[in-house]
């Protein structure tokens, strides 16, 4: 049974905020209440749709007068049950908010409300001949204030890093309803602590984030992408090296498991673009200047990875169509993952240079304790970041099948603790990783992170429950 709100609320509701603000029906919590983890039991009690800073405000404040939780919810495309709500607490949907200013071409910067789609952002920017360079698969779907309350990553970390390195200013709620304004959008401001950078990767446990200042860039002049296929994993990392020495500006260094390119391919109906099939596959896309000198030494650079005998097989996009080809069997995988069945996430880190002996360990782990289990092996290898997922078999009772993959969790995360790796690069804690957020956190910093919570949610209101629990 769903949770009823106080009488005393609901008509402070309907006396302050238009009809549509909140609305209760069991199909709209069903679907504003969960992520597309899709993993937990949901139990949203309200769904709110704000549409300015204000109304946000002027609700935070109420449900604070009325100790009611809020889960703060984006374009919904996370991973890690950080905007679930299972504890009958209202959501609050940024999806109103999207509206986009003028595009500042002299100060590389666009203001946007958190609702904005990613997608749209990007689409907005490029008519001003401008990026904003964070990218991923579920773009059409989420939303800027998501990929900030994340910090999101996606394909281009490598040369760009992560959404945290490309805002500028915040404007963000306080669990209370104050609006904090951190939107001087200086890209230099030594003045202590940095607020803003409080609120991104925070997963809205200590403030809404109701809209930013991005950081915008040039895009690449010319972009180059190409498959490969290779041996196996210690050929991956030969191939990387090559590319980080490459006549070129390397942007992506992703890597498919053969398992992850035949389901694509039997999914998604794509076809790779090589005859020969690998143990592993590298999407690799390269910014190269547009001369004859360069696409010469270019060339060589492809060749000798063939004498050398680093890769089975490659093939060097001949437009972009073909490299949209490429891109598309690689952000294929997750989608691909989805309609397989039910699958058990992971997304870990660990430093690139140790990578190799970590994914010779994991090899060994799983082929131990996944028997008669699918696994599938994707990721951003160029940023050290690996996503494994285990694919339950028709036979496997749900249940039990989450249960095993929770112990194989135990041991998977003591060997990422080993190489001092993170058990989340990108997807974040949420509900799903809070219980083994211990194996990358010290206890001091846990400790640390709940201060900061009580300071700015003393009554534990936002997102409860999300990343730590209170003291
Ligand atoms: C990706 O890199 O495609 C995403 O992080 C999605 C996923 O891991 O499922
Ligand atoms: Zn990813």
Redesign the pocket.
């Known amino acids: 049974m769903r949770k009823t709100l106080p009488a005393d609320f609901l008509s402070l509701i309907e006396k302050n905020f238009p009809k549509d603000f909140l609305q209760r029906s069991e199909a709209t919590c069903a679907q504003y209440g969960d992520d597309w983890s899709k993993t937990l039991t949901i139990d949203a009690a309200a769904i709110a749709f704000p549409r300015s800073t204000q109304e946000v405000s002027k609700l935070l404040a109420l449900t604070y007068e009325f100790n009611l939780a809020v889960v703060p919810s984006g374009g919904r495309t996370g ?1 890690a049950g950080g905007a679930s709500a299972t504890n009958g607490e209202i959501v609050l949907s940024l999806e109103r908010m999207n509206k986009m200013g003028e595009v500042d071409v002299l100060g590389q910067s666009l203001h946007v409300e958190a609702g904005a789609i990613t997608e749209l952002v990007h689409q907005h920017c490029e008519a001003a001949g401008l990026l904003w360079p964070i990218d ?3 773009k059409g779907s989420s939303h800027i204030g998501g990929n900030l309350s994340t910090n999101a ?3 281009k970390v490598i040369h760009y890093g992560m959404s945290r390195n490309w805002v500028l200013g915040l404007e963000v709620v306080l669990p209370n309803g104050e609006i904090l304004s951190l939107d001087s959008a200086l890209e230099k401001n030594n003045t202590g602590l940095d607020l803003r950078q409080l609120f991104v990767g925070t997963e809205g446990t200590l403030g809404i984030i109701t809209a930013a200042i991005l950081k915008l860039t040039r895009p690449p002049e010319s972009l180059q992408s190409f498959f490969f296929a290779v041996k196996d994993t210690a050929s991956v990392f030969q191939l990387f090296l090559e590319a980080r020495k490459g006549p070129f500006k390397l942007m992506a260094f992703e890597c498919l498991s053969e398992a992850c390119l035949k389901l694509v391919e039997t999914k998604m109906s794509l076809l790779s673009p090589l005859q020969t099939r690998g143990g592993a596959y590298v999407l690799l896309e390269a910014e190269v200047a547009p001369s004859d000198a360069v696409r010469e030494a270019q060339e060589k650079w492809l060749e000798q990875l063939f004498t050398k005998e680093i890769v089975l097989d490659g093939t060097m996009s001949q437009s972009p169509r073909e490299a949209r080809n490429y891109w598309a069997i690689r ?1 294929g ?2 989608e691909a ?1 989805f309609m397989a069945g039910y699958v058990h ?1 992971n ?1 870990i880190s660990v430093s690139v240079s140790k990578l190799e002996g970590f994914i010779t360990e994991l090899d060994t782990l799983f082929a131990a304790e996944y028997k008669g289990i699918e696994t599938y092996t ?3 290898i160029g940023d050290g970041n690996l ?1 494994l ?1 285990a694919l339950r078999p028709d036979h496997a009772n749900l249940e039990s099948f989450q249960k095993h993959c929770h112990t194989v969790d135990e041991k998977l995360f003591q060997l990422v603790k080993k190489y001092s790796g993170s058990i989340s690069a ?2 974040g804690i949420g509900l799903l990783k809070k219980d083994f957020l211990h194996f990358s956190r010290s206890e001091r910093e846990i400790e640390i992170f709940r201060g900061i919570k009580k300071l700015l949610d003393p009554k534990n209101l936002l997102n409860p429950g999300k990343i730590i629990d209170p003291l």
């Open positions: 991973l991923f698969a579920a990553g996606g394909v952000e995988v997750p993952l996430k997304d994707f990721g951003h996503h997922n990108e997807h």
